[in-house]
T-cell receptor, first 115, second 113 residues
Framework: AQSVTQLDSQVPVFEEAPVELRCNYS??????LFWYVQYPNQGLQLLLK??????LVKGINGFEAEFNKSQTSFHLRKPSVHISDTAEYFC?????????????FGTGTRLKVLA | NAGVTQTPKFQVLKTGQSMTLQCAQD?????MYWYRQDPGMGLRLIYY???????DKGEVPNGYNVSRLNKREFSLRLESAAPSQTSVYFC????????????FGDGTRLSIL
């Protein structure tokens, strides 16, 4: 079964600084990867997804992520963060078992943008 | 566009009480999921329904039951609530295919006293 590791539980960063949120997954023949964002008291919203093709994926709100098959990583980056980016970020991978689709989530990284 | 709607948004129960969490989606999605979110543990799958008429256990099914009432609705029932079930519960849906991202409701915040 797949597993997803987000090593950083909290990441503080100053406004307008760059940020990288790390995500590693267990290897698989084929893998589909997602990053979600959760603002306080809300559900999860899709930031971006990797299905196939270019390893650099661009998402909403200026975020991007790079799929690295050899390192089994899918790190999320933003060159310049805003206060409004303060939220919790989840990496997820989908897997297929007997024709049923399930999603495995990491434990989340809380991004705190400081003024 | 409503997307995924969960009711209620907040609930406080006493130990041993029962309740049903409701979830409805208006996107004609085949698959629906129930997760619980606890601090430091991410989202853990309780039950899922790959399609109308089918349900399966996820990672943490004990103490819960589900019903896929029709294609739109997927409910989660706590028969005898326990303090360990205090959590935020999220419903999600997706169309068929593991390349599809999930759509989430805003959650139900449940406290068991």
């Amino acid at each position: 079964a797949q597993s997803v590791t987000q090593l950083d539980s909290q990441v503080p960063v100053f406004e307008e600084a760059p940020v990288e949120l790390r995500c590693n997954y267990s290897s698989s023949v084929s893998v589909y990867l997602f990053w979600y964002v959760q603002y306080p008291n809300q559900g999860l919203q899709l930031l971006l997804k990797y299905l196939s093709g270019s390893t650099l994926v661009k998402g909403i709100n200026g975020f991007e992520a790079e799929f690295n098959k050899s390192q089994t990583s899918f790190h999320l980056r933003k060159p310049s963060v805003h206060i409004s980016d303060t939220a919790e970020y989840f990496c997820a991978v989908s897997e297929t078992t007997s024709g049923t689709y399930k999603y495995i989530f990491g434990t989340g990284t809380r991004l705190k943008v400081l003024a | 566009n409503a997307g995924v709607t969960q009711t209620p948004k907040f609930q406080v129960l006493k130990t041993g009480q029962s309740m049903t969490l409701q979830c409805a989606q208006d996107m004609n999605h085949n698959s629906m999921y129930w997760y619980r979110q606890d601090p430091g543990m991410g989202l853990r799958l309780i039950y899922y329904s790959a399609s109308e008429g089918t349900t399966d256990k996820g990672e943490v099914p004990n103490g819960y039951n589900v019903s896929r009432l029709n294609k739109r609705e997927f409910s989660l029932r706590l028969e005898s609530a326990a303090p360990s079930q205090t959590s935020v519960y999220f419903c999600a849906s997706t169309s068929l295919g593991d390349r599809r991202p999930q759509h989430f409701g805003d959650g139900t915040r449940l406290s068991i006293l």
